[in-house]
C-alpha cells in the first residue's frame, strides 16, 4: 500500500522528467504536475517552482472537497482565488508555499477524470500546433494505432481561456462532454494556445502520453507539409481502441512506472 512519502516521490521523479530541458516539454516555471493521495487530498506542484529542479519541497498538500467546492462558488476575483488556494493547503506550517494556479484543474482531473497523476506541459510541438489556425482541425482525427493505444480514440479540446478558475471550468466541461461521447475519460486534454494535460493512472503512463503526444505533433505539422493529414475511419480508430491484444498492450504500458 502506498504513503504519502512514496506517491511524493513518484511524483518528483514524474516532474523532473517533464521538465528535463532535453525534452522540451518546460522551461522555468512553466507547467505542473499532482498525484492523488487518497479521497481527501492530493499533491499538487507549488506555484512558481522548477519542474526540472522538483523535490518533495516543491509540492503541497490540498483539500479536495475545499477545491472543488469553489469552483461551484460563481465568478471569483485574482485574490479571492489566491485565499482559496491557500485556505485549501492541509500541510502544516508556513503558507509560503502557494498552490499553483492550475489546482483546480489537478482536482478536476483526478476527481472527475479519474487519474492518479497528472501532467500538464507546454511542449514546444504540441503548442506549435496548438497555436495555430488549425489547431482544433489538426487534433480532430487520430493518425496512426500507436496514438490510440497510448494517448486513446479522442482528445478533449478546450478553447483559450483565462488560466486558473475559467479554464478549470472550460476543463470540467470538456471531460463532462468526453464521459458522455465516449464513456470514459480523456487521456489527453489540449487546451488552445496553451498546452496539454496528460492523465494516467501511473507516472509512466503521464509521461507514455505526452512523449506520444509529441510524436503525434510533429506528424501532423509534417502530415500538413504534404497537404494535410490523412485522419484514419471512426471504425478504424474503434477498432484498434477496442481489439484485445491492444487492450493487453494498453495495460502493460499503463501499469509501468
Given at each position: 500500500?502506498e504513503?504519502?512519502?512514496?506517491?511524493?516521490?513518484?511524483?518528483?521523479?514524474?516532474?523532473a522528467?517533464?521538465?528535463?530541458?532535453?525534452?522540451?516539454?518546460?522551461?522555468?516555471?512553466?507547467g505542473?504536475?499532482?498525484?492523488?493521495?487518497?479521497?481527501?487530498?492530493?499533491?499538487?506542484?507549488?506555484?512558481?517552482?522548477?519542474?526540472?529542479?522538483?523535490?518533495?519541497?516543491?509540492?503541497?498538500?490540498?483539500?479536495?472537497?475545499?477545491?472543488?467546492?469553489?469552483?461551484?462558488?460563481?465568478?471569483?476575483?485574482?485574490?479571492?482565488?489566491?485565499?482559496?488556494?491557500?485556505?485549501?493547503?492541509?500541510?502544516?506550517?508556513?503558507?509560503?508555499?502557494?498552490p499553483?494556479?492550475?489546482?483546480?484543474?489537478?482536482?478536476?482531473?483526478?476527481?472527475?477524470?479519474?487519474?492518479a497523476?497528472?501532467g500538464?506541459t507546454?511542449?514546444?510541438?504540441?503548442?506549435?500546433?496548438?497555436?495555430?489556425?488549425?489547431?482544433?482541425?489538426?487534433?480532430?482525427?487520430?493518425?496512426?494505432?500507436?496514438?490510440?493505444?497510448?494517448?486513446?480514440?479522442?482528445?478533449?479540446?478546450?478553447?483559450?481561456?483565462?488560466p486558473?478558475?475559467?479554464?478549470?471550468?472550460?476543463?470540467?466541461?470538456?471531460?463532462?462532454d468526453?464521459?458522455?461521447?465516449?464513456?470514459?475519460?480523456?487521456?489527453v486534454?489540449?487546451?488552445?494556445?496553451?498546452?496539454?494535460?496528460?492523465?494516467?493512472?501511473?507516472?509512466?503512463?503521464?509521461?507514455?502520453?505526452?512523449?506520444?503526444?509529441?510524436?503525434?505533433?510533429r506528424?501532423i505539422a509534417?502530415?500538413?507539409a504534404?497537404?494535410?493529414?490523412?485522419?484514419?475511419?471512426?471504425?478504424?480508430?474503434?477498432?484498434?481502441?477496442?481489439?484485445?491484444?491492444?487492450?493487453h498492450?494498453?495495460?502493460?504500458?499503463?501499469?509501468?512506472g
Amino acid at each position: 500500500m502506498e504513503t504519502p512519502e512514496s506517491i511524493v516521490a513518484r511524483l518528483v521523479s514524474l516532474t523532473a522528467e517533464l521538465g528535463d530541458p532535453r525534452n522540451d516539454y518546460a522551461i522555468l516555471g512553466e507547467g505542473n504536475t499532482s498525484a492523488r493521495i487518497d479521497g481527501e487530498s492530493f499533491y499538487v506542484k507549488a506555484s512558481g517552482a522548477e519542474m526540472r529542479s522538483a523535490d518533495a519541497s516543491s509540492f503541497t498538500r490540498v483539500s479536495f472537497r475545499k477545491i472543488l467546492a469553489f469552483l461551484d462558488g460563481g465568478p471569483a476575483t485574482d485574490d479571492g482565488v489566491g485565499k482559496a488556494l491557500l485556505d485549501a493547503k492541509l500541510d502544516a506550517g508556513s503558507n509560503s508555499k502557494k498552490p499553483s494556479v492550475e489546482t483546480f484543474i489537478h482536482a478536476i482531473a483526478l476527481t472527475l477524470g479519474r487519474a492518479a497523476f497528472v501532467g500538464h506541459t507546454h511542449p514546444v510541438a504540441v503548442n506549435a500546433v496548438l497555436c495555430s489556425a488549425k489547431a482544433r482541425e489538426a487534433f480532430g482525427g487520430r493518425l496512426f494505432p500507436d496514438e490510440i493505444v497510448v494517448c486513446g480514440p479522442a482528445y478533449a479540446f478546450v478553447p483559450y481561456t483565462d488560466p486558473g478558475l475559467p479554464l478549470a471550468i472550460k476543463v470540467r466541461g470538456a471531460i463532462e462532454d468526453h464521459l458522455r461521447a465516449h464513456g470514459e475519460p480523456p487521456r489527453v486534454i489540449l487546451m488552445q494556445n496553451h498546452g496539454m494535460i496528460a492523465l494516467g493512472s501511473s507516472p509512466g503512463q503521464v509521461l507514455m502520453i505526452t512523449a506520444m503526444m509529441v510524436k503525434t505533433a510533429r506528424i501532423i505539422a509534417g502530415a500538413y507539409a504534404m497537404g494535410g493529414p490523412a485522419f484514419l475511419a471512426v471504425e478504424s480508430v474503434n477498432r484498434i481502441h477496442t481489439r484485445p491484444d491492444e487492450l493487453h498492450r494498453r495495460k502493460v504500458l499503463a501499469d509501468k512506472g
